[in-house]
């Protein structure tokens, strides 16, 4: 029986790869680490856990100490780092806490999984793994044409990508200098259960199924691959038990979209499934379609205008392709949400209200 940490377990992904591990690694212990930031709530992992094959700790990836025990104490296989400050707008008001997290929390990782590593020997030395879940942002800004690949140089343009980049570098460092043996994966924009509401996808779900404004950045044009979140999961954890040590994987759901189409696609999704005339909260504003929502607003600093992934070296290599199209993961996405409306309301009680954020202030 393997046994298996996931650092931010209680986030949106990291809940996701939890209850993927249930179904596709049956015979693995799994240890959720976890700082419970508003972004993590162990609300998420409550069916996990009643299952006895998780356990929770709560601990900060930055933290030498809580790090070190956790490697002594488990003695895992193969490690996900999933933790992460994410969200860019937050970046823009509060970068420092994206560097202690991760940056610094990269590091300590990294470091407690060399002492831990040269400390195994034979096959268990030799089946340890340290899988480091990063993003596209690094790379920066596409024009019109082309994709990121693995070789792409990294130009992050927010305090969040650029975190992001500073911990992928200590990655790759870990792994030619003290031959560590790593994993590193930058995928495209997930969505999907358990977002946190402050992303575009359940920001929009939830302020039109409350008559709120659909608020779009700039003029809705910019540009995101979007990868279904249990694709991902199936993408990580291919790369944790075929990818080679090493190597880096691009990760993307060939669903090119803009903001606006994203939007668009969202409120006819919400249509089928709940239409405007049969909710109170438009019907009492004369609105007859979710679309009539949308506003456009002032854009984000620094907006990267677009991303796109090339995805051909994991699927080359280790067979991978998603398995939902956009269409398909919309839609099961929104009907999530309808059916989780105490979810929703319990994770933002207290200390989320939808408002804008990431704007300078002078």
Known sequence: ?????????????GTNFVYYLLSHAPSCHIIVFDKLTYAGNKFNLQKALRRGRAVFVKGDIASPSQVRRLYLRFKPDYVF?????????RSIEG????????????FQLLEAARLHWAGLSGRTRAGFRFLHVSTDEVYGSLGPHGCFSETTPYAPNSPYSATKAGADHLVRAYHETYGLPVVMTNCSNNYGPYQFPEKLIPLMILNALEGKPLPVYGDGKNVRDWLYVEDHCDALWKAMTQGRPGEKYNVGGNNEKTNLEVVGTLCRQLQRAYPAKDNPALSKKGLRDYGNLVAFVKDRPGHDRRYAIDASKIRRELGWKPRHSFDTGIAATVKWYLDNRDWCRRVQEGNYGRQRLGLLKK
């Open 1 to 13: 029986m393997k046994t298996i940490v996931v650092t931010g377990g209680a986030g949106f992904i």
């Open 95 to 106: 970068p420092e806490a994206f560097v202690r997290t991760n940056v610094e929390g990269t």
């Open 81 to 89: 780092n999933f933790a992460a400050e994410s969200h860019v707008d």
